[in-house]
């Protein structure tokens, strides 16, 4: 069996398209442009690849873009100052610093100083705690892109064993609060999980997110389930050059799985789309409109 390709360009142009869609009604009915500042400190070269391609995004969906580029010297007094000011900017409705930062600036004092509302990357504690109620919350933008992925597979994840393996901040603990709030039975795993390959062919639906080039073999991987890779690693390659790769090795997983994505291709498109999502909404919520339902 060769497993179905989930194509996260062509699913996230779709989306891209239905956001510029929304934008132009919001426009026309209440004379709102959504506005997005991307702050970004310092050159860091896979930063400014991601600003480039988001930039050219918002552009394409009719938003408003006040991106600020400052010196990787830059103090973190003079970042919060900047927050400060986009926070109180009516025009722009979501802010997104740029990670990693440079060492004399902390990250989480960063995020701490972004408005909840204007927080697109999901990452303010507040949203954090309201996720994990399952109170409405902005989402961060990779996980929720993973859920929507999965339901081009599934109409209903109701029920699903789902295995997430990674734990971080930023994808495998929000993508499992999701995953909850789908009535799926969520299984978090890591590198110290016992038994691991046996835990992962338990699911139907297996997210991995651990950061390691092609960690999960075709083996892990139960028959006709959906993979959904969220890995982007740089390795070399037989020729010299390097190739990025996912977290799964996909020529195994997909003489198994029954839906898998590709890396590059998958989930890596989708972050940005999830992106214009959370602007939309946050500009919605902000001027006491309904949001879109995507």
């Not at 892990?220 to 890779?229: E, Q, S």
Request: charged share 20%; proline share 7%; with cysteine.
């Amino acid at each position: 069996m060769t497993a179905r390709l989930i194509d996260g360009k062509t699913i996230a142009a779709e989306l891209r398209g239905r956001v510029a869609e929304a934008v132009r009604r919001l426009q026309h009915e209440r004379a709102i442009v959504p506005g997005i500042a991307v702050v970004l400190v310092g050159d860091n070269p896979a930063s400014q690849v991601y600003i480039r391609n988001k930039s050219k995004a918002v552009a394409e969906a009719g938003m408003r873009a006040f991106d600020r580029k400052l010196p990787a010297h830059t103090s973190e007094a003079d970042l919060l100052k900047l927050i400060a000011a986009l926070n109180a900017d009516a025009a722009v409705h979501g802010i997104l610093v740029q990670l990693p930062l440079p060492k004399q600036i902390d990250p989480q004092n960063v995020i701490a100083a972004i408005d909840p509302a204007k927080d697109v990357d999901g990452f303010h504690p507040i949203n954090v705690g309201r996720l994990s109620f399952g109170l409405p919350a902005v989402v961060p933008c990779t996980p929720l892109g993973c859920i929507l992925l999965a339901k081009t597979v599934h109409a209903s994840l109701d029920g699903m064993q789902a295995v997430v393996v990674g734990r971080s901040n930023i994808v495998g603990k929000p993508v499992s609060q999701l995953l909850l709030a789908e009535n799926a039975t969520v299984t978090i795993c890591h590198s110290r999980t016992r038994d691991l390959p046996d835990t992962c062919r338990r699911a139907d639906l297996l997210i991995a997110a651990i950061g390691r080039p092609e960690f999960v073999r075709g083996a892990w991987v139960k028959p006709g389930a959906t993979v959904i890779d969220v890995g982007i690693n740089r390795i070399d390659g037989i020729d010299g050059k390097t190739r990025i790769v996912g977290d799964v090795n996909f020529a195994e997983a997909r003489e198994i799985a029954g839906a898998v994505t590709p890396v590059p291709g998958g989930v890596g498109p989708m972050t940005i789309a999830c992106l214009l999502v959370n602007t939309l909404r946050a500009a919605c919520a902000q001027n006491g409109t309904a949001p879109p339902n995507f």
